[in-house]
C-alpha cells in the first residue's frame, strides 16, 4: 500500500481533485481515463453511487498502472468509509465532520479529508486526526473565509470544493489553499452523454492549465 504521507502530498501536487458524481457505471472508467489523461491525478468517485465500490475498484484497476490515485468521495459515516477503503480507496472526503470517519481512515492509513466551514469544526478536525480540511461549500464563503479560518488556527491545509472554477481558482490558491476540489467546472457532463472523451480530456486539461497558472 502507497505511504500515507505520500498520498497526501500526490493530492496537494495535483492541485485539484477531479469530483466524479452522478457518472452512470458503464461510462465511469472511460471518464476518469479521460480526465486523467487532461492531466488530472486525483479522482473522487463518490459514495453516494449506487455501486460505489464497485466503481471505486473499476477505475482503481483502470489507472494502476499511472500516476493517477483514486479516492472516495461523500462518505458520510464509518461503514461508507470502511467499504470505500476495502474497494481501494486512497483518500476519504466528505462535505461534513464525522470523527468515526476520521478513526477509521487513521486506522486503515488513508487520508481524510472531512467537510469544515466554521473554526470550531476545522479545530475539531485536526484534533481528530484529519489530513486536509475540505471547505464545503466554497461558494458560499468565498476565498476569504480560507485566512478567516487559518487566522486562528495557524497554517491548516484548506482544499475548498464547491463552486470552484477556472475563473476563480487563483483567487482560492492566492488566499491559501493547499488544493481544490471541482466536478462540474471540470467534468463537462454533456460531452460524458455524447461519449465525447475527447471533450472530457479538454475540459479537465483547461482545469489544469488555470491551476497551474494560478501556481506560478
Same mark, same amino acid.
Given at each position: 500500500?502507497?505511504?500515507?504521507?505520500?498520498?497526501?502530498?500526490?493530492? *496537494? $501536487?495535483?492541485?485539484?481533485?477531479?469530483?466524479?458524481?452522478?457518472?452512470?457505471?458503464?461510462?465511469?472508467?472511460?471518464?476518469?481515463?479521460?480526465?486523467?489523461?487532461?492531466?488530472?491525478?486525483? &479522482?473522487?468517485?463518490?459514495?453516494?453511487?449506487?455501486? @460505489?465500490?464497485?466503481?471505486?475498484?473499476?477505475? $482503481?484497476?483502470?489507472?494502476? $498502472?499511472?500516476?493517477?490515485?483514486?479516492g472516495a468521495g461523500t462518505v458520510m459515516d464509518a461503514a461508507a468509509a470502511r467499504n470505500v477503503i476495502e474497494a481501494g480507496a486512497e483518500f476519504v472526503l466528505a462535505p461534513n465532520l464525522n470523527e468515526d470517519v476520521i478513526d477509521v481512515c487513521n486506522r486503515e492509513g488513508v487520508? @481524510?479529508?472531512?467537510?469544515?466551514?466554521?473554526?470550531?469544526?476545522?479545530?475539531?478536525?485536526?484534533?481528530?486526526?484529519?489530513?486536509? &480540511?475540505?471547505?464545503?461549500?466554497?461558494?458560499?464563503?468565498?476565498?476569504?473565509?480560507?485566512?478567516? &479560518?487559518?487566522? %486562528? &488556527?495557524?497554517?491548516? %491545509?484548506?482544499? %475548498?470544493?464547491?463552486?470552484?472554477?477556472?475563473?476563480?481558482?487563483?483567487?482560492?490558491?492566492?488566499?491559501?489553499?493547499?488544493?481544490?476540489?471541482?466536478?462540474?467546472?471540470?467534468?463537462?457532463?454533456?460531452?460524458?452523454?455524447?461519449?465525447?472523451?475527447?471533450?472530457?480530456?479538454?475540459?479537465?486539461?483547461?482545469?489544469?492549465?488555470? *491551476?497551474?497558472?494560478?501556481?506560478?
Amino acid at each position: 500500500m502507497t505511504n500515507k504521507r505520500d498520498i497526501q502530498q500526490r493530492i *496537494v $501536487d495535483s492541485g485539484v481533485t477531479a469530483v466524479l458524481r452522478g457518472i452512470d457505471e458503464e461510462d465511469i472508467v472511460p471518464v476518469a481515463e479521460a480526465v486523467h489523461e487532461g492531466g488530472v491525478t486525483a &479522482l473522487e468517485v463518490t459514495a453516494d453511487a449506487k455501486r @460505489c465500490s464497485e466503481m471505486i475498484a473499476a477505475v $482503481d484497476r483502470a489507472t494502476e $498502472d499511472t500516476d493517477a490515485i483514486v479516492g472516495a468521495g461523500t462518505v458520510m459515516d464509518a461503514a461508507a468509509a470502511r467499504n470505500v477503503i476495502e474497494a481501494g480507496a486512497e483518500f476519504v472526503l466528505a462535505p461534513n465532520l464525522n470523527e468515526d470517519v476520521i478513526d477509521v481512515c487513521n486506522r486503515e492509513g488513508v487520508v @481524510c479529508i472531512p467537510g469544515v466551514m466554521t473554526p470550531t469544526e476545522a479545530a475539531e478536525a485536526m484534533e481528530a486526526g484529519a489530513d486536509i &480540511l475540505k471547505m464545503f461549500p466554497a461558494s458560499t464563503v468565498g476565498p476569504g473565509h480560507i485566512g478567516a &479560518l487559518q487566522g %486562528p &488556527l495557524g497554517d491548516v %491545509p484548506i482544499m %475548498p470544493t464547491g463552486g470552484v472554477s477556472t475563473e476563480n481558482v487563483a483567487d482560492y490558491f492566492d488566499a491559501g489553499a493547499v488544493a481544490v476540489g471541482a466536478g462540474s467546472a471540470l467534468v463537462d457532463y454533456d460531452a460524458i452523454e455524447r461519449a465525447d472523451w475527447d471533450a472530457v480530456r479538454g475540459s479537465a486539461a483547461a482545469f489544469v492549465e488555470a *491551476v497551474e497558472d494560478a501556481r506560478s
